[in-house]
């Protein structure tokens, strides 16, 4: 049987500090995010970069992977390799190493979307494709219990309080946070949450919830429901093919969700009041 695949463990600086001038002519020093380019080539293929922190480069890779439904099963690929010195003028370089290759790759690739996401995600080919199957825990979720996720998200320790201009996603089983990451780009922090789950080999049930300081764009929907996961939060609002996409889904969204305050854009009756709810 063959066995998860191997990773480096590339790392870099997440932020980085520069001088700044104010209004009144006052240099300071201020720390900002450290954006980077990662090109992914997959068996020696390159097929796409990505602009990334770069704080989990291998589980970002194999979420992607599986969000692009190029891979089904996280034990398809042998091997991912992140150098961030290998590329040209400083960029990093994934090597996706599979046991058998992945069908038509070069077809798959030719046609790309470039989606909503910031710092520009990209997605391939017919990315619908295969979504009437998709099947979502009908989950529901009390105020007390979102209150309590928000809360947990808002004392969280990121990179966004020291540096700001990053998004966020989160992932609870029941009331337990399970992962946080943060990039330049939504689409990238649900891709490594996506590539923690292979490789923690977890399945989830009714009690996942995933929490986004993005927008709820059609592609975090799609993305979230391909994880099997029922409930979805944003700090942020949901964009029209999003609402449409939750709605065929059967998905639960909430968003502008902040506080004790928060908006549900479908599947309401799956939102329950409970007397322990304090306005």
């Not at 191997?6 to 240099?27: N, P, S, Y």
């Not at 390159?46 to 989990?56: D, Q, R, S």
């Not at 992607?64 to 400083?90: F, K, P």
């Amino acid at each position: 049987m063959s066995s998860l695949p191997r990773f480096t463990q590339a790392r870099c600086d997440l932020t980085r500090q520069i001088e700044v001038l104010d209004e009144q002519g006052v240099k300071s020093l201020v720390t900002i995010p450290a954006e980077r380019a990662l090109t992914i080539y997959v068996d020696k293929q390159e097929v796409v970069t990505l602009m990334t922190l770069g704080a989990n480069p291998e589980l970002l890779v194999l979420g992607y992977l599986r969000n692009q439904r190029w891979v089904s099963a996280a034990t398809e690929v042998d091997s991912i390799t992140v150098d961030w010195e290998a590329g040209e003028a400083g960029a990093g370089v994934a090597a996706v190493r599979t046991h058998a290759g992945i069908a038509d790759l070069q077809g798959r690739t030719e046609k790309r979307v470039i989606t909503t996401g910031c710092g520009q995600g990209s997605v391939f080919g017919d990315w619908m494709l295969g979504m009437d199957g998709l099947r979502v825990p009908r989950a529901v979720i009390s105020q007390t219990r979102l209150h309590h996720l928000l809360n947990t998200i808002r004392l969280q320790e990121t990179v966004y309080k020291s540096a700001g201009t990053v998004h966020g996603c989160a992932l609870f089983i029941g009331d337990a946070l399970q992962i946080y990451v943060e990039d330049v780009g939504r689409h990238n922090a649900v891709d490594v949450i996506a590539g923690w789950l292979w490789m923690n080999e977890i399945s989830l049930g009714d009690e996942a919830v995933f929490y986004t300081t993005g927008r709820l764009t059609s592609e975090m929907v799609l993305k979230s429901a391909q994880m099997g996961i029922g409930v979805v939060v944003s700090r942020n609002g949901i964009t029209q093919m999003g609402y449409d996409l939750a709605v065929q889904l059967g998905l639960c969204a909430i968003g502008r969700a902040k506080n004790k305050h928060y908006l549900v854009y479908t599947a309401h009756e799956r939102v329950v009041a409970d007397a322990a709810m304090v306005l």
